[in-house]
């Protein structure tokens, strides 16, 4: 990169910092989300195959799933994607010094929040939708969890920003 490039470019990055933290966060989610897919395929149909003719219901009528080579691959791969952003996050995105055992848990409760969060908003979307006609419940169905992704990002760069990736405040 040329030398005057370079100076606009931190010129840009010192004059929108924040701005420029959360494209980094969006772009180590983009980063995230192959290893998340393509880990999940891995278990799912090469370490855990034989595992999926087997199901599992957690809660009767409400957690049930249909294999459960499929429920250990999605639940590690979330785990790992999730992993991945993580230290990311922390190391690269928001340079953060806090002590990483008490960030590890807040990001666990975070994702766990938004877990059951994003699938309150999708659901009510579906809920709301279908009682609207059949062309609206089909839209509602596309639009559910586009809709609650984009909603968690309103409470997930925050909470990422200034809760689990903090940096200890200065001596003075």
Same mark, same amino acid.
């Given at each position: %990169?040329?030398?005057?490039?370079?100076?606009?470019?931190?010129?840009?990055?010192?004059?929108?910092?924040? !701005?420029?933290?959360?494209?980094?966060?969006?772009? &180590?989610?983009?980063?995230? &989300?192959? &290893?998340?897919?393509?880990? @999940? @395929?891995?278990?799912?149909?090469?370490? $855990?195959?034989? !595992?999926?003719?087997?199901?599992?219901?957690?809660?009767?009528?409400?957690?049930?799933?249909?294999?459960?080579? $499929?429920?250990?691959a999605?639940?590690l791969?979330?785990?790992?994607?999730?992993? &991945?952003?993580?230290?990311?996050?922390?190391?690269? +995105? $928001?340079?953060?010094?806090?002590?990483?055992?008490?960030?590890?848990?807040?990001?666990?409760? %975070?994702? +766990? $929040?938004?877990?059951?969060?994003?699938?309150?908003?999708? %659901?009510?979307?579906?809920?709301?939708?279908?009682?609207?006609?059949?062309?609206?419940?089909?839209?509602?169905?596309?639009?559910?969890?586009?809709?609650?992704?984009?909603?968690? +990002?309103a409470?997930? @760069?925050?909470?990422?920003?200034?809760?689990?990736?903090?940096?200890?405040?200065?001596?003075?």
């Open positions: %990169m040329s030398k005057i490039k370079s100076e606009r470019f931190t010129a840009f990055t010192e004059k929108h910092a924040e !701005l420029y933290k959360f494209i980094k966060w969006n772009l &180590v989610g983009a980063v995230g &989300v192959p &290893v998340e897919i393509g880990s @999940y @395929y891995l278990f799912a149909y090469v370490f $855990f195959k034989s !595992l999926n003719a087997s199901p599992v219901i957690i809660l009767k009528d409400y957690l049930e799933y249909e294999g459960l080579g $499929f429920f250990w999605f639940l791969s979330t785990a790992l994607g999730e992993s &991945v952003g993580f230290v990311l996050n922390r190391k690269f +995105t $928001f340079a953060a010094d806090a002590n990483p055992a008490l960030s590890i848990f807040l990001h666990f409760c %975070m994702v +766990t $929040f938004s877990i059951f969060a994003t699938t309150w908003v999708g %659901m009510e979307i579906l809920r709301i939708s279908s009682g609207m006609g059949e062309t609206i419940a089909y839209y509602g169905e596309l639009a559910a969890r586009p809709i609650s992704t984009i909603a968690a +990002t409470w997930l @760069y925050p909470l990422n920003r200034f809760v689990v990736h903090r940096k200890k405040k200065p001596k003075e």
